[in-house]
């Protein structure tokens, strides 16, 4: 279930049970990122219930830890289980892959996955078996210096929010979300999306048809400009 408030993620829970919670950090087509204070305010009323919390970092988690914003990810303030990062959006990876990370605790009480030939449990995602590209992502990783991934976050960052103001000076409706790399707007003419491959979306509240610019590391100025005029 997804909820747009507090108040209806609240109504959901159900005491006596458990809850699984997913904490979106930069939805896919919006860039909208989850409250966690006031939803953990809401779930600290019910101090019985089992709750395990999990984020959905898949875009936002490769950069937020080099950004001013770093502390929606920190445990220590407000705590979850788990979080997945994948390693094939700002990680730049050539093929799918994707960081899980847990609590020990976690780890070690997974439901056993009994394998009846290995004669062991398995404690792995499946379909993860390439045993290239966890190399290839720790590689990534390891020789790119933390420097240079604040200079991209801050490259995104910043270029997101110069396309947002760009919108606004020739008047078509755009929006950017706190923390969010990700401009969506009103969906242009068919001629411009088909031209860009613009993703569609769709929200009554903000007057119909969207689509939205991811603004990635190799998304240059240069690049926003050309869009923008075709736009005017
Ligand atoms: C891209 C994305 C996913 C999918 O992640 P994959 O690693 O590509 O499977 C999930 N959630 C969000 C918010 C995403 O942006």
Known sequence: MIFR??????????PGKPALVVYAMGTTFKGGIDDQE?????????PQMEVYRHIDAALFGGYLPHTKYKDVLNRNIQPYDSIAI???????????????????TVRDNQNPYSVSYLNATMPMINC????TSP????????????????????Q???RAEWLK?????????????????TVYFKRPSEEIAK??????DYDERLGGDLSHIVVMQHVTENRLREFLDLLK
Do not use: C
């Open 86 to 104: 994948s390693g094939h959006k700002f990680f730049g990876m050539d093929e799918p892959s994707g960081l899980f990370i847990t609590t020990r």
């Open 195 to 200: 031209m860009y491959n613009l993703a569609p």
């Open 135 to 154: 190399i290839k992502l720790w590689w990534i990783i390891n020789h790119t210096t933390k420097e240079d991934f604040a200079a991209q976050a801050t």
């Open 5 to 14: 408030l507090p108040e209806e993620f609240e109504k959901a829970l159900v």
């Open 156 to 158: 995104i960052l910043d």
């Open 38 to 46: 006031k939803l953990n305010a809401v779930l600290a009323k019910y």
């Open 165 to 181: 103001s760009e919108f606004d000076k020739i008047g078509w409706p755009a929006w950017l979300e706190p923390m969010s790399n």
């Open 128 to 131: 993860s078996r390439s045993a």
